[in-house]
């Protein structure tokens, strides 16, 4: 599998990005896809996540701002972010929330991530 994620940048409070993974594995079109993000010194925490057939979940603090969204055509998870804060600031995931993608030596892949940054 291959992860890559892409959107990322830094912008003002209140601004907006829109953030693209796509997904290179035949199982895309079967499972829910979310986003994950890490601030500096926390933990890597979904804040989004859409099933196979598009239902969506988000976490509370983002609820309202963010969409996320997908093509199982273009087996492609996007997430669309409006007014963002400061506290947005980290690098942005995506991976299958209810589906382990292995590496070669066995942990959990994830993708390069795309940092986002808000600037006050």
């Known amino acids: 599998v291959q992860l890559v994620e892409s959107g990322g940048g830094e912008v003002q409070v209140g601004g907006s990005l829109t953030l693209s993974c796509a997904a290179s594995?035949?199982?895309?079109?079967?499972?829910?896809m979310g986003w994950y993000r890490q601030a500096p010194g926390g933990q890597r925490e979904l804040v989004a996540s859409i099933t196979a057939g598009g239902v969506t979940n988000y976490r509370d603090f983002v609820k309202g701002r963010f969409t996320i969204s997908r093509s199982n055509a273009a087996n492609t998870v996007t997430l669309q972010m409006n007014n963002l804060q400061p506290e947005d600031t980290a690098v942005y995931y995506c991976?299958?929330?209810?589906?382990?993608?292995?590496?070669?030596?066995?942990?959990?892949?994830w993708g390069q991530g795309t940092q986002v940054t808000v600037s006050s």
């Open positions: 991976n299958a929330p209810k589906h382990t993608f292995y590496t070669a030596a066995g942990s959990r892949y």
């Open positions: 594995t035949s199982m895309f079109g079967f499972i829910s």
